[in-house]
């Protein structure tokens, strides 16, 4: 496994990635499509978008001869899921107060504000908080950079960069902390059960749980 061809996979994955995110705006931008018909055409193309983005990761680990993640029942999933939820919870309440102590006062993700806004008006796009974005994240960010990444860098140093880039992706400036924390926690749950399924949900409960509660809030 030459280093040529790692950087060649995760340059591959992460340009699917990026595709995959364009892609509807170009699509709705060119038929003019706007409110919640936009917003469920725009689930469906990631939909087919994240298949896509799986089928090439599984062809390209073959490619690379890596060993297959450890086949975990369906309860340990959903245990170990459940537990990274709850690291999830405890890493983003420590970086929030760690957001007050840097800028004195508390600070809301604007990105977070935005879902629950376009929820309201397609709540199909549930399905892409929940479930398209942490698949989607988790094998971009956690398996391919920092997973694959870490055989170029030391683990470290491709769990940092893996956490900072995710944070960057959120484009949320003061929670940029918050994104980055929870990121170095994902990078923690995955190096630990070597199972990217589990990252994912983990990934997803925490979006669901904290999409509900923000509902519940509003």
């Not at 398209?132 to 391919?144: C, D, T």
């Not at 992706?169 to 190096?191: E, M, Q, T």
């Not at 990217?196 to 509902?215: E, K, Q, R």
Request: proline share 3%; with cysteine; hydrophobic share 55%.
């Amino acid at each position: 496994m030459t280093n040529k061809r790692v950087l060649s996979k995760i340059g591959m994955i992460i340009l699917i990635y990026l595709v995959v995110l364009v892609l509807p705006g170009w699509i709705l931008q060119l038929f003019k499509l706007r409110g919640a018909l936009a917003i469920n055409l725009q689930v469906a193309i990631t939909a087919v978008g994240t298949l896509v983005l799986i089928l090439v990761d599984r062809s390209t680990d073959r490619q690379l001869g890596l060993a297959p993640a450890p086949k975990l029942s369906i309860a340990d999933k959903t245990l170990y899921g459940v537990a990274g939820m709850f690291l999830l919870f405890a890493v983003e309440i420590v970086c929030s107060l760690t957001i007050i102590l840097i800028f004195g006062q508390q600070t809301q993700s604007q990105n977070t504000q935005e879902i629950l806004q376009i929820v309201k008006m397609a709540p199909a796009f549930v399905i892409y908080a929940v479930v398209l974005a942490p698949m989607m994240e988790e094998i971009v960010f956690r398996k391919n950079i920092y997973g694959v990444g870490r055989t170029l860098i030391n683990p470290l140093g491709a769990a940092l960069t893996s956490a900072l880039l995710f944070g960057l992706a959120h484009n949320d400036n003061h929670y940029l902390i918050v994104y980055a924390g929870l990121g170095l926690a994902l990078c923690w749950l995955f190096r630990r059960t070597k199972s990217i399924t589990v990252n994912i949900v983990a990934h997803g409960l925490f979006n669901g749980i904290t999409m509900a509660l923000a509902l519940l809030v509003h």
